[in-house]
Structures are given as structure tokens and as C-alpha cells.
């Protein structure tokens, strides 16, 4: 899948290359998600610390002994810089915050992190949240470092992971299952509730059926792609988007409207029926 | 070949396929009933994507075989990583090695925190301003409290308790100092730099402090056994820390994205080392060194200790045929 130039697409997508000599394409994750699943991992780092310190306290005070005050220390010491790192060489990759938003970490390459990766990441991390309020115990980092680091680059990486050669993606859970491997085209039934989510209004069902028609000009391969992307996407949309899109090819198609919706829908299932 | 055909053809493999991922990837590891046909389904889903793609069958079907493909890429790709075996190659060899192999920048560091110090320690002597300064009323006073006229001559705990939560303290406060020493260098050493130099001039003020105002035999007897491995440490961490930075500065032949990649894992042994050096020096610090002791017995094991760690680093790990790379 060539374009002419890369630089101006708007996706997020990062291709590369397997070992086994195919492009897989990953979804990198951007600042907003990164910082959700970092607020849920902070939360749940707060609450293991409170929860501990109120175990130890009460066992303190039981046995009458000062020890306690050094476990928490120590859990302290590991929570602030280790956290992450069980959690990241795990099968799914990622930390209970992460998992929440459906992303995780990997290497550049593609595959899962090594523990040297999790660790120089992680102990970067101290640079990445810098500045830092309250440099001890209830640790408030503005991440702004990192932040920067993050838009400023392509793949959306903090300092840390540019030091250790990872990236955090969108995991691929979303995806449809098995049982949909035949995707509604735009001759099959109106959306299911599950889709409702996205289609407001409630859009009404296309045309049936297509008449497919070749198209009367060149197209390139991404050009194919967004012509049967259309139709798979119909039933995400209500009407008057179909045609605020279909009108995009006015020059091309020559109509306006329905009449090139149509259209576009025609060429779409006769890229699909060619092929 | 139709769309509609091809999905057809390969569908039975791509479920089986995903039913195996599923099983593998849950957390238990359920059992696969044939583990053996894994390779050759995830390389006919790697060579289905290709076509997919080539022959633009659209986005919902390549999307799919691409997730099947990265989530069999993970699990067959997954580093495996043989513990026991790894310390004893990475303390015998890899630690001593990657710290002689950037002995320069050792030597920077040692000059950045040593050249503090001993400035501190020689200026207590004409002029006690500096070190005044330096440390402020109430860590003058502190330093008074621990090290005074008046405070008691040996042992300053006397418990177990006490020393296991020095103990953590130690762990606590000192390896993070290494850990960030480490991290700052990534902002153009600059951060490497100020910890360096900082720690250099303040262990320096305080030892000078202890020198000029206190009683100087129980601070040495006290520090001796444990000085060698946590000030090296920290001059350890700190080449870490001058590596990242310099692979921005001076990236050579890579890029600055690859030079700062290849940094993190040279740079990685030194500050693993450096901090299970500093976590050493935590344990003598908070278990041994308040123990009530001739002091000619601390300063021998404290020298003993300088002896060990020098040959350490300068001879461990040398020759020999190499079991395994180097700085994974």
C-alpha cells in the first residue's frame, strides 16, 4: 500500500516489517489515552500505598513495633520505580490502566518489551514526569517532559521510550470477532444495536442493491481502498454524511447527493466483485 | 480470486489460528491441543495479509489478519530470559566490562563528584564558610546531634528494629539518588551533571563539617565499611547517565533516535550494577556499621571492602571465551 507521500497522512498508523517479510500496521497511542490509563495507574499505586500503610500501621500497633515504618519504605522504593515493570513483560503487555484504555507497550519492532526495555523506560520515567511537586511521598508529576516528548515525535514516544526503543499502541482486542469475518456490506441488514453507539442519527438502510460499475478513471491502490472502505462503512452514517462525503468527489464522479452516493457506492462494490 | 472466496479458503485456518491465541494468551495458559501447527498458521496468516493487502481486499478483512498476525508475532517472539544463569554472567562479566568499557566517561564522573568533594573537605580547613554555607543551620545541626561532643561515642542504634528500617531507608533514598542520577542524564547530561557534582559537594561539606566541628573517628569508623560501594555507585550511575546524554550530543554515524536506543542498553548494565552496588552498601550501612566495634576493625574492613571493589571492577571479566553477548 504506497502513497506518494507519507508525510500528509493524518493517521496514526506506524508500519513495519516482521521477520517474516509482511508489514503489519500499528496503531500508536497518543497523549489523552496515555494519560488516562496513567490517572488509573496512579490511583491504583495511591491505593496500594494507603491500603499497606493502614495494614502496617495496625500490625504496628498490635506488636508494638517500629519495623513496619521500613517495609513501607521499601514498598515505597518499589511501587514508585517498579510498578510498571511486571506488568509490562507480562503476556498482555500493559498495566491495569493501560488495559483499561486497550493499549500496551512494545518495541519499535513490534514485539513484546524485553526486561532491560522495561527497565531503562521506567527509570526514565523520573525525567519524563518532570517538574515534580512534593518530591517525596504523595508524588504529584505534571508529566511535562514527557508530554512534550510525546507530541513532538511521530510515534508518540516519552523520553523513556525513546531511550528504551518502545512504543504503546492500541491493543487489538476491539477488533471484530471470528464470527464476523463476513462484514456487513451495504446490501445487508440495517446496524446492529452494537453499532448504535456510533450512528446518530439512526441512519436509514442504503440502497439495494448496488449496481457495481467500473469506475471511468485511474485509481491508485489507497484510492480502491477508500472506495470499498466506504461501503463497508456505510451503516456507521446517517445520510447527510454519506453525501457530505460523496460530495468530496464531485469533480471525479460528475454528481451530487444520493446520485453520488450511489455512485460510489456502485464503484465500490465493483472493485470488490473484480477482485 | 474474489474476495468473498478468499475469506472462504482461509477462514477455517484463521479461526483455528485465533482460537490458539485465545488459549495461549489467557492467563492460565490453557493447553492447545497441537502446539506443533502454530508456526505454519501464523506464517499462512503472515503470507494471507500480504495478498490481502497487495490485492486490496479492504479494510475490515486486513485489519483482522494484521491483529492475528501481531498478536501470533507476540507470542512466538517472546524473549525467554533464564534467570539464575543471567546474574552470574552479568556480575562475573558484563558489569565489569561495560564499566571499563566507558572509562573515560568514568573518569569524568569521578572527577564531577570527587572534584566537589575534596574541594569541600580542603576549604573547611583555611575558611569554614563554604561548608557553612553549603549545609545551612538546621543539617549543621543535625550533623551536631549524630556526630557532636556530646553524642554518645559508639553504637548510635542499638536495636534490630532500628537498623532494618535504616536498612530500608538506605535502599530507599540511596538508589533512587543513583537511579535519578541516571535518568537526568538523558537531558543532555545536564542532569547527571547537577546530581554529580551536588552530592559531591554536599557528602564533601559534611564530611568536612564532621572533620572540623565534631568528633571525626566515630563519622569515619562509621562510613568506612560502607563508602566504597556507594560512592562508586553513584560515579557508576553517573556514566550511565553521561552515556545517554552524550548519545544526543554526539550521536556519531547514527541518528540521534538509533545513537539514543543503543545508549539505553550499553548504559543499562552500569546502572543495574550501580544500584545492586548501592543496595550492598545499604545493607553493610544499616546492619554492620553502627555495630560497636573497635574502629581499627571498621577501617580495616572498609579498606578491604576499597581493595575489593577496585580489583573487581578492574580484573573481573577479563579473557576468557565469552558464554553469551555482551550488554543484552
Not at chain 1, 217 to 228: I, K
Not at chain 1, 254 to 261: M, Q, Y
Not at chain 2, 287 to 302: H, M, N, T
Amino acid at each position: 500500500m504506497e502513497l506518494t507521500n507519507r508525510e500528509e497522512r493524518l493517521d496514526t498508523q506506524q508500519r513495519i516489517e516482521l521477520a517474516e517479510g509482511v508489514n503489519i500496521s500499528l496503531r500508536v497511542a497518543g497523549l489523552p489515552v496515555r494519560f488516562l490509563a496513567y490517572v488509573i495507574d496512579y490511583l491504583i499505586c495511591g491505593g496500594i500505598i494507603l491500603g499497606a500503610a493502614f495494614v502496617l500501621s495496625i500490625i504496628g500497633i498490635a506488636t508494638g513495633s517500629f519495623g513496619m515504618v521500613g517495609i513501607m519504605l521499601l514498598l515505597w522504593f518499589i511501587v514508585r520505580w517498579f510498578y510498571n515493570v511486571p506488568f509490562e513483560l507480562g503476556k498482555r503487555g500493559a498495566t491495569p490502566g493501560k488495559r483499561a484504555m486497550k493499549i500496551r507497550v512494545m518495541q519499535t519492532t513490534g514485539t513484546p518489551v524485553t526486561v532491560g526495555q522495561s527497565l531503562v523506560r521506567n527509570l526514565l520515567r523520573f525525567v519524563d514526569e518532570m517538574p515534580t511537586f512534593l518530591a517525596t511521598f504523595p508524588l504529584v508529576p505534571t508529566y511535562l517532559f514527557g508530554s512534550v516528548a510525546i507530541v513532538c515525535g511521530k510515534r508518540f514516544q516519552r523520553l523513556g521510550d525513546l531511550a528504551a526503543g518502545t512504543i504503546v499502541i492500541y491493543d487489538d482486542e476491539r477488533l471484530p470477532a471470528a464470527s464476523t469475518l463476513h462484514v456487513p456490506t451495504a446490501s445487508s441488514s440495517p446496524p446492529s444495536p452494537a453499532q448504535g453507539a456510533y450512528a446518530q442519527p439512526q441512519p436509514q438502510p442504503p440502497p439495494i442493491p448496488p449496481q457495481p460499475i467500473p469506475p471511468r478513471f485511474p485509481l491508485h491502490r489507497e484510492e480502491q481502498v477508500a472506495f470499498t472502505g466506504f461501503r463497508e462503512r456505510l451503516p456507521l452514517w446517517s445520510e447527510a454524511r454519506r453525501m457530505e462525503i460523496a460530495d468530496h468527489l464531485t469533480p471525479l464522479t460528475g454528481k451530487t447527493g444520493p446520485a453520488a452516493v450511489d455512485e460510489v457506492i456502485n464503484i465500490g462494490a465493483w472493485l470488490d466483485e473484480t477482485r | 480470486m474474489k474476495r468473498t472466496s478468499f475469506e472462504e479458503r482461509g477462514a477455517r485456518d484463521w479461526v483455528e489460528f485465533e482460537n490458539m491465541l485465545q488459549k495461549l494468551e489467557s492467563q492460565k495458559g490453557q493447553p492447545v491441543a497441537d502446539p506443533e501447527r502454530l508456526p505454519g498458521l501464523f506464517r499462512q496468516a503472515c503470507s494471507d495479509l500480504s495478498l490481502a493487502e497487495h490485492r486490496v481486499y479492504g479494510k475490515s478483512l486486513t485489519e483482522r489478519l494484521n491483529s492475528l498476525v501481531i498478536r501470533g508475532y507476540n507470542l512466538i517472539y517472546k524473549p525467554s530470559r533464564p534467570l539464575a544463569e543471567g546474574m552470574l554472567t552479568f556480575f562475573g562479566r558484563t558489569f565489569p566490562r561495560s564499566v571499563r568499557a566507558h572509562a573515560r566517561l568514568f573518569w569524568l564522573n569521578m572527577l564531577l563528584f570527587w572534584g566537589g568533594f575534596l574541594a569541600m573537605v580542603v576549604s573547611v580547613q583555611s575558611d569554614p564558610i563554604w561548608v557553612q554555607s553549603v549545609l545551612g543551620q538546621e543539617e549543621m545541626l543535625a550533623l551536631d546531634v549524630t556526630w557532636g561532643e556530646r553524642a554518645p561515642t559508639d553504637a548510635v542504634r542499638d536495636e534490630f528494629q532500628s537498623d532494618f528500617i535504616m536498612f530500608c531507608m538506605y535502599v530507599y533514598n540511596n538508589i533512587s539518588i543513583d537511579f535519578m542520577t541516571f535518568a537526568g542524564g538523558i537531558l543532555f547530561c545536564l542532569g547527571t551533571i547537577f546530581f554529580s557534582v551536588f552530592n559531591g559537594i554536599h557528602l564533601g561539606a559534611a564530611t568536612g563539617y564532621v572533620h572540623h566541628a565534631c568528633r571525626p573517628d566515630t563519622f569515619y569508623s562509621f562510613v568506612a565499611g560502607h563508602s566504597s560501594f556507594e560512592l562508586m555507585a553513584l560515579v557508576i550511575s553517573g556514566t550511565g547517565g553521561m552515556l545517554l546524554g552524550l548519545s544526543i550530543l554526539k550521536p556519531g554515524r547514527h541518528t540521534r533516535r538509533q545513537a539514543l536506543v543503543e545508549a539505553g542498553r550499553t548504559s543499562l548494565p552500569l546502572i543495574l550494577g550501580a544500584s545492586c552496588m548501592t543496595f550492598v552498601a545499604a545493607c553493610i550501612e544499616g546492619f554492620w556499621s553502627a555495630q560497636p566495634l573497635d574502629p581499627i576493625i571498621k577501617y580495616s574492613v572498609g579498606i578491604f571492602f576499597w581493595i575489593l571493589l577496585i580489583a573487581y571492577l578492574v580484573f573481573a571479566g577479563r579473557g576468557g571465551i565469552p558464554r553469551s553477548h555482551d550488554g543484552h
